[in-house]
């Protein structure tokens, strides 16, 4: 049976129709308020993260004479789409234990003088340990790309996220922080790189009229239905549907097409986005609270390991990313409360190496990734929704208590 409520499975920033109407008379002044919020020169507007990290690899493609990329283990597929559609074979890089931390040494080992790009990323909206992946790029000629697709709004040592990397990539997709429905942006503090950029993307990118409107009224439905009310028709029945069948892959939405849409982004969503900066800082504060307290209350009374920011940094906070002490344990908690409409959800069935149907596009080398297999394995999510309010969240916590209790002889008092 198909719950009355259904939470989002992460903490997009809710828009009404009535703002939307407002917004026809506003002034578009998105592109000074980002460079403003992210404290840099310009910005690059795109028709989706996926986009723009297509033509950052086309670009440092182009500019080394490179073949190869180095993703992480555990990210998502269409972060290896982009770099097939550039053209760059893909070599993964597998995890740090328990961790979305590029195993350095594996790192060291595979960031070889064919690697035209390295892409550390913010996972589950959290800063990501650069320096090391830095270093390691630098002694070898490698770019370094940051996807901050799920990070938006995050920082590191009080700088939010945008100028330690190469170039940085943030997305605007529906059920993000800042959603416009599609969009992304790409932060890129070298002038030289950036007009390489912004020359890529003329040659490449075509305006889409037809999409544009698309994703306009999909912008419409978006405004009445992501709600709890609302969402079931957008997300749950499908989810509860794919589950039925058994298909986690569509149940997550992990299965993307080779060929992805592309066009040149500037229509009228930017005065949405100019809008909703205005909410964001307010917006990712009030989420931090919450996720802050709630991951102090799984730690006090759950055996579940919680990911965590790490030291210098403040994550954005879309949801709670949640580690078992093995697979049963999480397919329990799984067959409990995934289809219960709570906001618990699983982020990336597999590793990269996982999906059958992107095995074509991956280097044969690439297939032994043990760390990220095990996040993949073991791993759920707790959306940090506004929505999920106190009670709900007690709810979610007693159900994992039944499957994952606080072991207290570990804990001596
Ligand atoms: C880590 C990561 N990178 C890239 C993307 C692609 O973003 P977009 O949906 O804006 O293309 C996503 C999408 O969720 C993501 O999670």
Redesign the pocket.
Known sequence: MSPTRELPPTAGMPVSPFELVNLITARDTFAEDICKFLAVDDVEFFS??????WIAFETLKRKTGRTHIVLPGY??P??AISAHAAGLRVRLCDLQPNSFELDLNHLERIADEKVACIVP???AGLPCYIEGVSAIARRNGAYVIE?A??AFGASRKNTPLGTAADIT?F???AG?GLSLV???IASVPDPDLRSLLRKTANELLRPDFGLVCLRNLQLLGYSFLYNPTGLKWIYGNDLRKALSTGDLVHAVGDYFEMQ?PHYKFADWRFKLGAHLMKRLPDFIRSNRNRALGRIQQISAQTSLEVMRELSDTEGSWPFLFLLCDGQKTRNKIMSDLWTAGLGVSRLFIHELSGYEYLKPILETESKDLPNARSLAERSFTVSNSHWLDDETFKHILKAVQTYAPMDHSAHPA
């Open positions: 989706s993260a996926t986009t723009a990290l990210t998502c269409l972060v990323t913010d996972m996807d697709a799920q990539v997305s605007f997709a993000k599609d969009g992304g992805q």
